[in-house]
């Protein structure tokens, strides 16, 4: 399966069903107004790999099928299922672990010292994929304020895709996908289940997940202290990019701080660099 340069109505693939540019570029359309992601034509084969077995299932002969689908009555019903084909959720406990070093020390310095006061305190893992980030941020933020579940600190975890946010609920994961996990948190905040470790019950109140489109009206009314969008930006163009930026800083407490991913720039006037890909407000 090769992608090729050839003109809108010749095959883009080589392939079991026909796949030319005009059918890439259709699809990109309809995944950039939904989602912001932004899909160059070097992602064509892709596609094609994560669609065809789409295809397969709904009995279809061309990616032209499927668009008229997705066009059609159906299509409001199958456009979250062609965006959740084309989302990639690469994730790892305790991944940039520089992140949480930097995390646990905001808990230390202000966050536990104004949950105790008897503050709000409020954490956003933007973009969670299967959970691996939110509970990381919850066992790190046990470590430092271990009665968290009895005071007003709460982490919300966001995702485009309802499928991921299902898994991610269900707070189970294999041995190898915790091995990320520090020994001492681990101890604490990880219990065996079967062949399987499931988060702690303390770490899993805390969370409280949500399907969220962040090119989309944000629901919540109030402001973050912590804010993780890492490694989601880098799908997105630079005016979609620039704009979210935006938007999370308007969402930023006057002590808050934004964590990105190591390739990513927040480049915007309201933030500016607190530590690596860590960003705070301009006006703080």
């Given at each position: ?12 693939v ?12 259709d699809?990109?359309q ?14 064509a ?18 990616f ?34 520089h ?43 046990l470590?430092?304020?271990?009665e968290?579940?009895e ?24 041995r ?7 020994a ?86 309201s ?14």
């Open positions: 399966m090769t992608a090729l340069r050839r003109s809108d109505a010749q095959p883009l080589d392939g079991e069903f026909p796949f030319t540019l005009d059918d890439f570029r699809i990109a309809l995944l950039y107004a939904d989602s912001g992601i932004h899909l160059q034509e070097a992602k084969t892709l596609v094609y790999s994560r669609l065809a077995k789409r295809l397969r299932k709904l009995g279809l002969a061309s032209s099928d499927y668009r008229a689908l997705l066009h059609g009555p159906e299509g409001e019903g199958e456009r979250p299922v062609l965006l959740s084909a084309l989302t990639t959720n690469v994730t790892r406990f305790f991944r940039e672990p992140h949480f070093d930097a995390l646990r020390r905001q808990v230390k310095q202000v966050l536990a010292p104004a949950a105790r006061a008897g503050g709000r305190v409020r954490l956003w893992s933007a973009g969670c994929s299967l959970g691996h980030e939110p509970y990381s941020i919850a066992m790190s933020l470590a430092e304020l271990p968290a579940t005071l007003d600190v709460r982490i919300l975890a966001t995702d485009i895709d309802p499928q991921v946010v299902d898994r991610a609920r269900a707070a189970t994961y294999s190898e996908d915790v091995e990320p996990v520090p001492d948190l681990a101890a604490r905040w990880l219990t065996k289940d079967g062949d399987q470790v499931r988060v702690s019950d303390a770490a899993r109140k805390l969370v409280s997940f949500g399907v969220l489109n962040l090119h989309a009206t944000w629901p919540m009314k109030g402001t973050f202290d912590v804010i993780f969008c890492r490694n989601v930006a880098i799908y997105f163009d630079d005016e979609t990019q620039a704009r979210l930026w935006s938007r999370f800083a308007e969402r930023l407490s006057p002590q808050g701080r934004l964590y990105i991913g190591h390739s990513e720039r927040a480049e915007t006037p933030l500016i660099t607190d530590g690596l890909t860590v960003y705070r407000r301009r006006s703080a």
